[in-house]
Each structure stands twice: as C-alpha cells, then as structure tokens.
Nanobody, 120 residues
Framework: VQLQASGGGLVQAGGSLRLSCAAS????????MGWFRQAPGTEREFVAA??????????ADSVNVEGRFTISGDNAKNTVYLQMNKLKPEDTAVYYC????????????WGQGTLVTVSS
C-alpha cells in the first residue's frame, strides 16, 4: 500500500484545514486507515482511524480532537480525509496517514507526513 498525504499548511488558531491521504496498491476493503501526528520533541501519537469495510471511526481521547476533527473516507477515490476545525496551537505537528490490515495488530504502511502549523 502506498500512501500520499497532503493538505498541511499554516493556519491561525480557530481555523480549519483538511488533510487528504490517497492510497494505492491494494484493495483496501479490509484495511483500517489512520491519522497520527508528531509534534517536535514528542512521540508520534494516534489521532483517528476509519474502517474501510464499514466506515466506523475511532478517535483518540488523549489528544482531545473529538468534536473538532472528523475522519472520513471516499471509497471511489481511495482517499481518507481528516477535517480539522477549531485548530489550536497544540495541534501543530507533522500529520501522518497510515494503513493497517484488519488481520494485523499494527500499522505497517505509512505516508510521508504533512506539516500543520497553527499560529496563536
């Protein structure tokens, strides 16, 4: 699976961005697609995931994004989105998309990352 993330940029606090992750190389019906982020000096952390098979979504409680971030997928385009609203400076990070087969326990495919910078 090849993943290409895009959509990052500089935005003021309170603004919005939509990240995209285009996937290719495999039939994705049995995959989970996830978004992770890594701020400078910190470990990469899980943000949200979506199941291609049934569209179910999951958000990480610890990163306080539920209600502000929405993950969605377009099967026809093999693309996953992360809509980010009400952005905060602490959301500044490199955002990565990743893919995990439903039979595997970890994400084995990663995109190159896209930088999101939120100014105060």
């Amino acid at each position: 699976v090849q993943l290409q993330a895009s959509g990052g940029g500089l935005v003021q606090a309170g603004g919005s961005l939509r990240l995209s992750c285009a996937a290719s190389g495999r039939t994705l019906s049995r995959y989970f697609m996830g978004w992770f982020r890594q701020a400078p000096g910190t470990e990469r952390e899980f943000v949200a995931a979506i199941s291609w098979s049934d569209g179910s979504t999951h958000y990480a409680d610890s990163v306080n994004v539920e209600g502000r971030f929405t993950i969605s997928g377009d099967n026809a385009k093999n693309t996953v989105y992360l809509q980010m609203n009400k952005l905060k400076p602490e959301d500044t990070a490199v955002y990565y998309c990743a893919a995990r087969h439903s039979g595997e326990g970890s994400y084995g495919y990663w995109g190159q990352g896209t930088l999101v910078t939120v100014s105060s």
